[in-house]
């Protein structure tokens, strides 16, 4: 049951309750305004975009010979192609997301599309998502993590003929696979800024298409080529005081 009803003061008053369950209602006023965010969410985030961006440009600083040096891809091999990343990044997210989705779906009060487009709206609900959140992210770091540790790939990047390698053409270490699977959670975590920081990074401002832990751990992602070639080796451990870039 939905009832509306104007006060003495011209405010209009809504409730609504399922009377299967109870027969009280609690009438609050109705906004007739449009939800725009807020001005603290809009400096947050713009201090959020500032942060990320200003630490993509001293980690690129840095490693600005890395950045214009060519990446040794074994013969028949060359640096993977942006949209096949994209697509083996959805294929790996997906079990990420199996994992959280009964959990997500348990916090919805309602099927109705316009009762949950109010809720989507409303901070506190939408702060409840959090956990959630952290959860598929740190599943889908782990996932990328153990597969690119044992196999030097993952079943995205299987699926699209992809493979992590250092950027000496050797096989990537235990650590350098932990650095960049690291950055990858950090960067699912944070959301929009870093994700959109990631894909400028791979289309238009390094050389062999890395992404920000690609950078950090020395590593590039390589596809198939033309002709024949030896498969790149796979990773493998090394010595844990050996560092990730000797050149750093």
């Given amino acids: 049951l939905a009832v509306a009803r104007s006060t003495r003061n011209g405010e209009v008053e809504f409730a609504w309750a399922d009377l299967g369950t109870s027969p009280l209602l609690q009438f609050d006023p109705l906004s007739m305004g449009v939800v725009t965010s807020t001005p603290e969410t809009s400096w947050g985030d713009a201090v959020l975009t500032a942060i990320v961006l200003g630490a993509v440009t001293f980690v690129m600083l840095r490693r600005r010979e890395q950045i214009n040096r060519p990446a040794a891809v ?85 699926l ?3 493979r992590v390698l ?20 950090i960067t ?34 390589i596809q198939h080529g033309i002709g024949p070639g030896p498969e790149p080796p796979i990773a493998r451990p090394r010595d844990p005081d050996e560092d990730v870039d000797a050149d750093a």
């Fill in 188 to 221: 699912f975590a944070i959301g929009p800024p870093t994700l959109m920081v990631a894909m400028l990074l791979m289309l238009i401002l390094t050389r062999n298409r890395q992404r920000i832990g690609d950078l950090l751990a020395n590593t590039v992602v």
């Fill in 160 to 162: 699209f003929a992809c």
């Fill in 166 to 185: 250092s950027a000496d053409g050797t096989a990537p270490t235990s650590r350098q696979i932990m650095v960049r699977n690291l950055c990858r959670t």
């Fill in 74 to 158: 074994p013969r028949g091999f060359v640096i993977a192609d942006p949209w096949r990343r994209i697509l083996a990044t959805a294929v790996d997210v997906a079990p990420a997301m199996l994992v959280t989705m009964p959990w997500s779906m348990s916090m919805f009060p309602s099927d109705d599309p316009a009762v949950l487009l109010d809720y989507m709206q409303d901070p506190e609900f939408i702060a409840k998502f959090v956990p959630i959140t952290l959860v598929l992210v740190t599943v889908y770091g782990l996932w990328c993590f153990v597969w690119e540790l044992k196999t030097s790939t993952t079943p995205g990047k299987r």
